[in-house]
């Protein structure tokens, strides 16, 4: 019994060590890129662990409010990095505005990172205009969420690939 607490103690500070150096590197990964836009870095990539996330549906939408309009990138065809990333919100049916400071931006995977704060500064009035951003090739899924000024919800999930 003595041994398996020892074990587990180990364990324990294996796992704290483990977070304790993620996190690290991704605070320095920040602080290398800080001249460039990494709308997700490479060791963040490798954390979100897409290719193995379970699978939704490649794209989807729900609007009860805003409505989320997709410009760019073209999520048909392979894209290129550095990308440009054009999403318009537009009013509901209804007509009602979005508000801007409901705006919620994840990127998906094995787990789920929000990048709300990295975005915010490319918001223009009901816009979000990211221009050149570098991101890792491979797959990627980005989660929008937003409400309207009456608390109408929409979500859409934007799924492309980096080549």
Known sequence: MLNLRKKLEKLKKQIKFSVFLCFGVLALNNIVSANEFW??????????????????KLNYS??????ISLISPNIIEKVDTPVNIFIKFENNPNGIR????????????LITLDITK??????????????????????????????DVDNNYSERLITFTVS
Not at 99 to 109: A, E, H, P, R, S
Request: aromatic share 8%; glycine share 6%.
């Open 98 to 109: 979005p508000n801007m400071d409901t705006l919620i931006v994840k990127m998906k995977g």
């Open 39 to 56: 709308l997700l870095t490479e060791t963040e990539y490798k954390f979100l662990e897409v290719e193995n996330s379970i699978d939704e």
């Open 62 to 67: 729900f609007n009860t409010g805003p409505k």
């Open 118 to 147: 990295r975005v915010k500064k490319y918001i223009e009035g009901y816009e979000l205009n990211i221009k050149e951003a570098k991101i890792p090739k491979g797959r990627h899924k980005i989660l929008i969420t937003i409400m």
